[in-house]
């Protein structure tokens, strides 16, 4: 009994750990990058940083704009309006131009509903000159979840174990 108690306990410390090194997924090459549709989640990793979730939004032979992976959470439709704004992103992002989809305007001055403004661009969009992307990946699939229910199944096989033996005794 000691030993299947143990063997639970140590199941449930090890399996979160193992997965929690998740790496990027299948590497994906600038030309591959720019024909993503926007809105698509990717792994961004910049050179000197730390591999990072993002949303892409727009990328060209340049640049990459991506929804940044602490952006604050926005209202209702505002995402959609962002990926919505493409091939506009550089010209939005240098000041030239406004992006607006009534009452929804994103210029450089911020993202704005009606006269309210929602957030500062700099705090929900990610320009990234190509020179500091390190790599582009695909999200790793569901390995989180898979682990969990592997583990899941092992308690619950060794539990049903535990009961047909206390059964039979």
Do not use: N
Not at 89 to 100: C, D, E, I, Q, Y
């Amino acid at each position: 009994m000691k030993r299947i108690i143990a063997m639970i306990l140590i199941c449930l410390l090890v399996a979160p750990s193992a997965y929690a090194g998740e790496k990027p997924g299948k590497p994906i090459d600038w030309q591959k990058a720019q024909k993503l549709k926007g809105g698509t989640e990717i792994v961004l990793t910049v050179t000197g940083g730390q591999p990072a979730k993002v949303r892409l939004l727009f990328a060209d032979e340049a640049t990459l704009v991506t929804l940044k992976p602490t952006a604050p959470k926005l209202p209702g439709g505002v995402e959609k309006f962002l990926v919505g704004v493409g091939p506009k992103w550089p010209a939005v992002l240098s000041g030239s131009a406004t992006s607006t989809a009534a009452p929804l305007r994103v210029s450089k001055d911020g993202i704005f509903d009606g006269d309210q403004k929602l957030a500062a661009l700099a705090d929900v969009v990610q320009q990234t000159p190509r020179g500091d992307v390190k790599e582009i990946a695909k999200p790793r699939g569901h390995g989180r979840l898979i682990g969990w229910l592997v583990v899941g199944g092992i308690l619950l096989f060794v539990v049903v174990g535990m009961a047909v033996a206390a059964a039979g005794d």
